[in-house]
């Protein structure tokens, strides 16, 4: 077992978290056996534990799929539930064996710098000796192994594992409220007979207005049909962000409150689109979902009260209130690296949306969102497996500083909500760039037709076209 002192030297390179990111970071980087810590007992990431009975893909297949592994029924035009997409995952896994190199069960609780920050050439990626150890809790023993490695590609996702809690008034917290109060990352945990029996009967409120918020209020609607049945009020307790990707002619969003307060672009810029379940306004038309505006509120005993001295009672409050994957992050990396991560602008800068240019032997991968968050991701891997085999080098740690602030200036102005670093309105130039790099052309289409006419998928970025 490897020791503190005496860390274990499995690989030169390790890889953090096996959900998408992680699956395509050991695919590519399969030529260097690396050693991948899954802290759960499975692939998949957020698919396997961070999805309602009732999650499905908001893309289609032939958009959320790997360059060289089409999915079986690709033209299928339904979106696929979250077990088609694990099934997706398993059998990609499976078919480039790479379930081999992934440790289940093993949580990296710290990572730790092996040399002096000083005497560390940022340029060498595999210096032939370890640059950083890892400690990881084990299910089998209450003693950290330690393991030491070249590089490490940082794969642990910004969503799930830590949610974010709103905060309130002095007594004015879920510790008032009689009924129950429940994240998001909780109710995802139930089966669909758990889930039904929670709400079935039960006024519920669903704090969120974002995606797995509408998900949810949809979950409480069907549970609650026919009589008996309860109503689920949504609460949107910020500017609305809400249904922008529906065409808002065709939706009856004023009838609700609904309507936007910004252009559709700034939340295609910000990656907050949300596509709506089936029958969701019906269930609307038919009082099971109800809406409320609000941008404060707090609790009472018997449910939650807002700033218009409106009250509304509940059995039961949710919290779609998302995920801290900033905290995540910051509860592994260690000082100074911790606190670079949002240095200079409060965005990670992350160069080719990859390198964090103050952070040596390390990637991070599924840190950028897109319209297409598997293709980012395994586009990047792609990337990082050519640098790793020096089919090019990074350039020099100013260089990527300049690129990654510049970067960051565009991506403020494009949207007011730019705390997310998502790059869908240039994600083509993106890929771009990173074709470039890898000596690959970055206009990937076989005729000037195709160029001109045909949309970008995945497919076009398998290797070698
Ligand atoms: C409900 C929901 C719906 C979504 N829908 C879409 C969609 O329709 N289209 C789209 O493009 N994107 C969607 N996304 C975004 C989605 O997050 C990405 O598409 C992608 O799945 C992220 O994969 P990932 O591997 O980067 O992170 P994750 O899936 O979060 O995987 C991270 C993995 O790391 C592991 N891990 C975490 N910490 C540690 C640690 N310390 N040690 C070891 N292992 C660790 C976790 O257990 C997990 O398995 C959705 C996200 C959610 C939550």
């Known amino acids: 077992m490897g020791s503190e002192q005496n860390p274990l030297l499995v690989s030169k390179i390790g890889i953090i978290g096996a959900g998408i990111s992680g699956i395509a970071a050991a695919k590519e980087l399969r030529a260097y056996k690396p050693f991948v810590f899954e802290a759960t007992d499975s692939i998949g990431g957020v698919w396997k534990h961070c999805s309602y009975n009732s ?11 790997f360059s060289d592994y089409p999915w ?3 033209d299928n035009m339904n979106f696929p539930s979250h077990l088609e997409i694990l099934e997706y995952l398993h059998s990609y896994a499976n078919h480039f064996d790479v379930m081999k190199l992934i440790h ?12 002096d920050r000083e005497t560390i050439d940022y340029g060498t990626l595999l210096p032939g000796q370890p640059v950083w150890k890892v400690a990881v809790k084990t299910n089998q023993s209450e003693t950290l192994e330690w393991y030491a490695f070249e590089f490490l590609v940082i794969c642990i996702g910004k ?36 889930a039904t029996e929670l709400v079935r009967g039960k006024k519920a409120i669903v704090v969120g207005y974002k995606k797995s918020g509408i998900d949810l209020a949809m979950e409480c609607a069907e549970a609650n049909q026919g009589p008996e049945g309860q109503p689920c009020t949504m609460v949107k307790y910020a500017v609305s962000k809400f249904v922008e990707s529906y065409l808002t002619w065709k939706l009856p969003l004023d009838k609700y409150g609904l309507r936007p307060e910004h252009p559709f672009l700034e939340d295609y ?10 029958n969701f306004f019906e269930e609307a038309d038919k009082g099971t979902i109800r809406f409320k505006r609000a ?5 009472w005993d018997g449910g939650i009260e807002f700033e218009d001295n409106t009250k509304l009672e509940a059995d039961i409050v949710f919290l779609s209130t998302g995920f801290d994957g900033k905290k995540k992050l910051k509860t592994i990396l260690p000082e100074p690296f911790r606190s670079l991560l949002e240095y200079p602008s409060g965005l990670m800068p992350l160069y080719r949306a990859t390198i964090h240019p103050l952070i040596p032997n390390m990637a ?6 897109s319209v297409a968050n598997l293709h980012s991701a395994e586009l990047r891997c792609k990337w990082l497996s050519g640098l790793m085999d020096g089919l090019f080098k990074l350039p020099s740690v100013e260089k990527m500083l300049e690129d990654t602030t510049k970067e960051i200036k565009v991506m403020k102005s494009t949207t007011r909500f730019y705390k997310r670093h998502c790059i869908s309105t240039y994600s083509i130039n993106h890929d ?10 970055s206009w990937r289409k076989k005729s000037w037709i195709a160029e001109l006419f045909s949309p970008y998928t995945s497919q076009d970025y398998e290797e070698h076209k």
Not at 57 to 62: D, K, M
Not at 104 to 115: D, Y
Not at 164 to 191: A, I, R, T, W
Not at 269 to 278: D, G, H, K, T, V
């Open 72 to 74: 079986p029924e690709r």
């Open 432 to 441: 771009d760039e990173i074709c470039e790099d890898m000596g690959w052309a």
């Open 55 to 65: 999650t499905k893909l908001q893309s289609l297949r032939c958009d959320y799929e």
């Open 295 to 299: 941008f404060k509120w707090w609790f």
């Open 269 to 278: 810029a910000s990656c907050q689109m949300a596509i709506l379940p089936e």
């Open 104 to 115: 289940f069960n093993t949580k990296v609780v710290e990572i730790r710098l092996v040399r």
């Open 159 to 194: 969503y799930g594992d830590i949610p974010k809690m709103p905060e309130f008034p002095q007594n004015k917290g879920p510790e008032v409220f009689k009924g129950k109060v429940m994240h998001s990352l909780e109710y995802c945990k139930l089966d669909k007979e758990a």
């Open 364 to 369: 991070f991968v599924g840190y950028i969102e």
